[in-house]
Nanobody
């Protein structure tokens, strides 16, 4: 069974930093992309950042220059370094992996349960 587990969330003051980590319980046959979404209270889940298998990264405009997404393939981990945090970054952050589990599998998206990030002003 595939499980993704996020860690590293917490409470931080504005202008502070946090580093989120996402660990997968399995090694995938192939990965299309990995990344992060977030959902603030009363709002829809929004895409934050992604990184492809060939290390191309993309970010939503509101986090460009402040957040950095990276991956460690050897450790099967995904990271989100968040700097210059602002109160509007407060949300539950979810990691996802779009991948094939086996060579004969169809691609699907796997999700972690989320980790809370709270930024105080």
């Amino acid at each position: 069974q595939v499980q993704l587990v996020e860690s590293g969330g917490g409470l931080v003051q504005a202008a502070g930093s946090l580093r989120l980590s996402c660990a997968a319980s399995v090694r995938f046959y192939s990965i299309n992309s990995m990344g992060w979404y977030r959902q603030a209270p009363g709002k829809q889940r929004e895409w934050v950042a992604s990184i492809t298998d060939n290390m191309n990264t993309n970010y939503t405009d509101s986090v460009k220059g402040r957040f950095t997404v990276s991956r460690n393939s050897a450790e099967n981990r995904l990271y989100l370094q968040m700097d210059s945090l602002q109160p509007e970054d407060t949300a539950v952050y979810y990691c996802y992996i779009e991948a094939r589990l086996y060579s004969f599998s169809f691609p699907r998206t796997y999700w972690g349960p989320g980790t809370q990030v709270t930024v105080s002003s």
